[in-house]
């Protein structure tokens, strides 16, 4: 069988290429995905973080609130000192009024908690928005090269398998099967050049008789070692341009 090397040799380019431009594009979606997370999880911290500022705020109000309707008491109390008859009644309102003062103390001390809260809350917002809006822009800029690296490989892939389709008419089918056959067992290098006289893919030396035969490219050979169609890469040396003949 005379085999046209360049032939196969091309294919395998095309066949390896292909492999490697359905991996990049298979791979590229779950990237995109990666970086839809991590934007997701920098709106969700800034989410958190304004959460956070809005239940200080709550806080703040409710105890505000607690303190008024004290003090609306304390107000009470005052009018009704003047309005007792005892000094039973007197002393148990005055202890009333001391209890709500303190009362009142204690929640404003809170308040005052709080607003000191509020103010560590804002920086965290602060840092959250910087932070999100610093990583948003890197990370979308990592989603635009992935787009533009998603178009330029399924373009590329196309055309290789346009390339691919033009090429197969072209090679014996026969020598077609035996590629496809040792492509699908190697799982990707169906061929292997012979180096010196060794299979380069496997690193077995290559016997001379056989040598001969796929430098004659009479046959096809196979490495005995690990089956791969073995090729000759050595081209002819050129002629060089010698000194001029003496006549
Ligand atoms: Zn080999």
Not at 137 to 154: A, Y
Not at 192 to 205: E, I, K, L, N
């Amino acid at each position: 069988m005379d085999i046209d090397f360049d032939l196969i040799i091309e294919l395998q380019r095309l066949d390896t290429e292909i492999h490697d431009s359905a991996l990049v594009l298979e791979g590229i979606p779950r990237l995109v995905q990666d970086i839809d997370k991590k934007i997701q999880a920098g709106s969700k911290h800034l989410a958190d973080t304004k959460e956070k500022m809005s239940q200080n705020q709550k806080k703040r109000r409710e105890l505000e609130t607690e303190v008024k309707d004290i003090k609306v008491q304390i107000g009470k109390y005052r009018r009704q000192l003047n309005e007792v008859k005892t000094n039973k009644e007197y002393t148990a309102l005055l202890k009333e009024i001391e209890e709500s003062q303190h009362k009142v103390d204690t929640l404003e001390e809170s308040i005052i908690a709080e607003m000191l809260a509020a103010d560590d809350v804002e920086e965290e917002i602060k840092a959250a928005l910087h932070r999100q809006g610093l990583d948003e822009e890197n990370l979308k800029k990592e989603k635009t090269v992935l787009d533009e690296k998603m178009k330029e490989t399924e373009a590329k892939f196309a055309a290789l398998n346009k390339e691919r389709e033009a090429l197969l008419p072209r090679i014996p089918r026969e020598q077609m099967m035996l590629y496809e056959a040792i492509y699908q067992k190697k799982g990707g290098n169906a061929l292997s050049p012979v180096t010196g006289d060794f299979c380069a893919m496997c690193h077995m030396r290559v016997r001379p008789q056989m040598l001969n035969e796929i430098r004659d490219k009479l046959a096809v050979i196979l490495c005995e070692n690990c089956g791969r169609i073995l090729y000759c890469t050595t081209k002819p040396e050129p002629v060089k341009p010698g000194p001029p003949a003496a006549e």
